[in-house]
């Protein structure tokens, strides 16, 4: 599911897991074990695949409306812990990235993405919204990106993202690690880890403070509104019946 591996200054999670890595319960609970057993001096934190996409999204039997009281506060309990990791954290991103797999990306500090990745925030396609994307990408794209993206529920490529200023970089396909590598090395292999420390979490105050702030009030209308309307299941239902949905409020 999530494979640790360890090497000076540096910690790898990688996602291994079928169906493009989807983000199950048992997948956020493997990265939350896996965030609470690191502390300094580890400078880098990296989030990757081991097949070629980083995550297909919520696993979307997972996603019902019967499952989701208990699977989204844990998804976002995750969001919170990654925001205070105390090391720089750094999301690898070959092939698809979409929905949840997405939200944990840009809870990281940086995203480093293969030319071919793809990013996208589809919810609205199942019936839903992306409550940490709604928070997230604004912070990072600008509201009016942020708001096509999440309204069109489109997979965009990696280079429309660099331009709006949620990559850091994109790199070649078959050079995605020598690139994490070199940038490593480059930068932040050169500087005290404990200086590092804080001030990956001083450059996370706003966001921080704005994920506490405000991811209540959308879980709250994800759980208690957008539930209770029958378009939130029959978009789940679509998916797994592979139909077009039929919206009661079309």
């Given at each position: 599911?999530?494979?640790?591996?360890?090497?000076?200054?540096?910690?790898?999670?990688?996602?291994?897991?079928?169906?493009?890595?989807?983000i199950t319960d048992a997948m956020i609970a493997s990265l939350r074990g896996a965030l609470r057993s690191i502390a300094p001096p580890v400078k880098l934190v990296t989030i990757e695949s081991a097949g070629?996409?980083?995550?297909?999204?919520?696993?979307?039997?997972?996603?019902?409306?019967?499952r989701m009281p208990e699977m989204l506060p844990r998804f976002h309990a995750l969001i919170v812990e990654m925001l205070r990791v105390p090391a720089v954290?750094?999301?690898?991103?070959?092939?698809?990235?979409?929905?949840?797999?997405?939200?944990l990306a840009l809870a990281c500090d940086v995203i480093i993405a293969a030319a071919s990745a793809k990013f996208g925030l589809p919810e609205i396609t199942v019936g839903a919204f992306p409550p940490v994307g709604s928070i997230l990408l604004p912070l990072k794209a600008g509201v009016g990106r942020a708001a096509a993206a999440i309204l069109d529920g489109a997979a965009r490529p990696a280079s429309e993202w660099h331009a709006a200023g949620v990559i850091h970089r994109v790199v070649a396909d078959d050079a995605l690690q020598a690139a994490v590598d070199e940038w490593y090395s480059s930068t932040l292999d050169r500087y005290s880890a404990s200086v590092l420390q804080?001030?990956?979490?001083?450059?996370?105050?706003?966001?921080?403070?704005?994920?506490?702030?405000?991811?209540?009030?959308?879980?709250?209308?994800?759980?208690?509104?957008?539930?209770?309307?029958?378009?939130?299941?029959?978009?789940?239902?679509?998916?797994l019946e592979k139909r077009p949905p039929r919206w009661k409020d079309a």
């Open positions: 599911m999530i494979h640790l591996q360890h090497s000076p200054g540096r910690v790898r999670l990688v996602l291994d897991a079928p169906h493009g890595n989807a070629p996409d980083f995550s297909f999204g919520a696993s979307i039997d997972e996603h019902a409306p019967s954290t750094a999301a690898v991103v070959p092939g698809r990235c979409l929905g949840g797999g997405f939200e804080r001030t990956a979490v001083a450059t996370r105050l706003f966001v921080l403070r704005t994920v506490d702030a405000l991811l209540p009030e959308a879980e709250r209308l994800y759980l208690n509104d957008l539930l209770t309307t029958e378009d939130a299941a029959e978009g789940v239902a679509a998916f």
